[in-house]
């Protein structure tokens, strides 16, 4: 063989042992239809490297991240090489194990065509990619568990008054709720109440878009952590403590809300209506009214490092087996105050309403 020939010989080889191409992330953007193997699926990338694709007869996203010259699933399910792209083509190969310079696995071919979606958007939060994802779920209820007094702290006369109350968990797509069975009268009205919110419209559209807004952030349709509970209850009253943690957001997306009900009639309530006028029932927090603040108080010191020391900040109230709890949200600085008072100690600040109120506690 001449020297030409041999060089053109090595030159072949050599090209032949190097990895396919890597196609940077932004190239791809966008979403994909087409197959994997014999299996219809639908891709979708966003613009730094993280991506997202579902099989069309399961709809379950799984998530992928670019990692040098491959794509790989999340939990390392498989990986993804692309070997030739263009504007409106991808093809590539799955394989179950991480491709190497020289290893060859058992792959599946890839082809995608590009999707061009009708709300303009290019990443993973598109209509093209998300609609199929999108309906809406049903509820799914758990088993029925009785409901342990002493989960809510009460107090031993409050045990024997109060009728037997079981519970179970609902489930809504990312949502949590709860249903109640017992022979108060209000049960049905509270269970209505505490469906129409699980199922709210508002609230399933605002899931999709955190769904959206992760997916198009690092390739997952992560929705924020949700939970509710029964936080107290007597013969008169329940309250229920919801919880929210609002994905993406750290600790600083934690939310409580709390709603309490007559227990005779099912109406809600927001406590703070014992202790100042024209309160919304969803309005948690509130500023001491002055008498009570000045009461609460007196005589404590005032540290200039730490915000509302005076007790100017903002409180929930929330019902409990000694009376009323009277807090700010935990923040980790120390600073934050709290307080019980017992219903006769919290009688001299309520409304008369208030006070009709609070003697039922006793």
Excluded at 28 to 37: D, E, I, R, V, Y
Excluded at 178 to 186: N, V
Excluded at 264 to 269: E, P
């Amino acid at each position: 063989m001449c020297p030409k020939m041999l060089r053109l010989t090595l030159a072949f080889s050599l090209i032949s042992t190097l990895t396919l191409p890597a196609f940077a992330a932004d190239e791809l953007t966008g979403t994909w239809q087409g197959t994997l193997g014999k299996s219809k699926i639908r891709v979708c990338f966003n613009e730094y490297g993280t991506g997202s694709y579902y099989y069309q007869r399961y709809l379950t996203p799984i998530r992928l991240e670019q990692v040098d010259n491959h794509w790989q699933e999340d939990k390392q399910t498989g990986f993804w090489q692309f070997d030739s792209s263009s504007e409106q083509q991808l093809i590539g190969r799955w394989s179950k194990t991480e491709p190497t310079q020289n290893q060859s696995a058992k792959s599946l071919t890839i082809k995608l065509e590009r999707q061009i979606s009708p709300d303009g958007i290019n990443d993973c939060s598109s209509d093209a990619y998300n609609l199929p994802l999108e309906t809406k779920p049903t509820v799914r209820r758990g088993k029925w568990q009785q409901f342990n007094y002493a989960d809510a702290e009460q107090a031993s006369a409050n045990k024997t008054n109060a009728s037997p109350l079981s519970y179970r968990q609902l489930t809504y797509g990312a949502e949590l709720g709860l249903e109640l069975k017992g022979e108060q009268t209000g049960i049905p009205a509270i269970n209505q109440w505490l469906k129409q919110k699980l199922t709210s419209e508002q609230q399933f559209a605002e899931t999709i878009e955190t769904r959206r807004r992760m997916l198009a952030q690092i390739g997952q349709p992560i929705a924020d952590e949700t939970g509710a509970e029964i936080d107290f209850i007597n013969q008169h009253w329940l309250s229920v403590r919801f919880y929210r943690w609002a994905a993406g957001y750290g600790a600083g997306g934690i939310s409580r809300t709390y709603t309490s009900f007559n227990l005779n009639d099912g109406q809600t309530f927001n406590p703070w209506q014992w202790f100042k006028q024209g309160v919304a029932l969803d309005e948690m927090q509130h500023q001491l009214p002055d008498a009570l603040r000045e009461k609460l108080f007196a005589g404590m010191e005032v540290y200039e490092d730490c915000d509302n020391s005076d007790g100017s900040g903002y409180f929930y109230l929330t019902l409990s087996q000694k009376g009323i709890e009277l807090w700010e949200t935990p923040n980790g600085s120390g600073c934050e105050n709290e307080f019980t008072l017992s219903p006769k100690e919290a009688m001299p600040f309520a409304t008369e309403y208030g006070k009709s109120q609070l003697k039922l506690m006793d």
